[in-house]
């Protein structure tokens, strides 16, 4: 799930505030071909001098999901638009 974050920077770093270091972010368009630790490292050190403090999966990430762009997700993350599929086609 963190990877998707990668896809739509902009969110993250709305969230976080001006202290948010988005060029700590991997570059990669295929965020699913980035480790999870990567993703995870990247993460942390963006938001390392944030008021919110590092990031943080409980406390952080449904903030940030519940406004992260879903198009932006699915095009960079073919996982994610799978999951998007199966649940619209199940509706």
């Known amino acids: 799930m963190e990877s998707w974050f990668l896809a739509d920077p902009e969110t993250p770093a709305e969230y976080y505030g001006r202290e948010f270091n988005k060029n700590a972010l991997k570059a990669n368009p295929k965020v699913q071909e980035i480790s999870k630790s990567d993703v995870l490292n990247c993460l942390k050190e963006a938001t390392r001098k944030t008021t919110k403090g590092p990031y943080h999966k409980t406390q952080h990430a449904p ?11 699915r095009k960079a993350a073919p996982e994610c638009d799978r999951l998007f599929q199966e649940v619209l086609a199940r509706l």
Do not use: A, Q
């Open 63 to 73: 903030h940030i999901l519940e406004k992260i762009g879903p198009e932006r997700v």
